[in-house]
């Protein structure tokens, strides 16, 4: 096999000119797509949210005390606080 080198000239502006739109809309359509993402829920509607699960099973626990259902009750008030306290973060800490 032999190799030897070879100079291509190629219109780069020409290209630039072709390509250039597709890349701007694939970029445009990749910023709206983040954007959409971030407005999936408000933090504070989320925070609610999270203390009225956590007051459910509060009152859930409480009706439950003493039978067979109290462990169940009290699993579902620590996942519950666990919600709230990652809403919480959420809201100080915005995506």
């Known amino acids: 096999m032999i190799t030897f ?3 291509i000239d190629l219109p780069l ?11 701007m809309r694939a970029v445009e359509a990749a910023r709206r797509e983040k954007e959409a993402g971030r407005k999936a ?4 509607t989320t925070l609610l949210g999270a203390a009225t699960r956590l007051t459910n099973a509060l009152a859930r626990y409480e009706n439950s ?9 009290l699993d ?3 996942a519950s606080s666990k ?8 809201f100080k800490h915005p995506l």
């Open 76 to 78: 579902a008030l620590i």
């Open 41 to 44: 829920r408000p933090a504070l």
């Open 5 to 7: 080198p070879v100079t």
């Open 65 to 73: 005390a003493g039978s067979r259902d109290e462990r169940k009750a």
């Open 13 to 23: 502006k020409a290209i630039a000119d072709a390509v250039g739109p597709e890349v």
């Open 83 to 90: 919600g709230v306290r990652s809403a919480l973060q959420n």
